[in-house]
């Protein structure tokens, strides 16, 4: 079920967290069937915020997620355009 603080259609920017190997039981299947990294999208109440506003609050959301413990890095995208912003490292 689709979580309503987040909208993949109308969010700013895309999240995805990049897994180290071995965490295979933290990815979700795609509807191919395949595994894929965890990925988060920007709260819709803080799209009208600058970019980098929006960053260091869904850092500070992800970090509460199991995901993050098990992270390389996160990479952040455009979510319009799909277009590379921006990789945190850990």
Do not use: E, W
Not at 19 to 31: F, P
Not at 52 to 62: A, H, P, Q, R, T
Not at 66 to 74: L, Q
């Amino acid at each position: 079920m689709p979580n309503p603080q987040f909208n993949k259609q109308t969010s700013k920017l895309k999240f995805v967290i990049m897994l180290k190997h071995g965490n295979n039981h933290l990815k979700s299947k795609n509807n191919l069937g395949k595994l894929v990294n965890p990925t988060f999208y920007n709260f819709d109440s803080i799209n009208h915020k600058p970019t980098d506003y929006i960053i260091k609050k869904m850092i500070n959301f992800l970090k509460h997620k199991p995901a993050y413990k098990n992270a390389n890095c996160i990479m952040i995208y455009d979510n319009i355009d799909n277009i590379f912003i921006s990789r945190v490292n850990f």
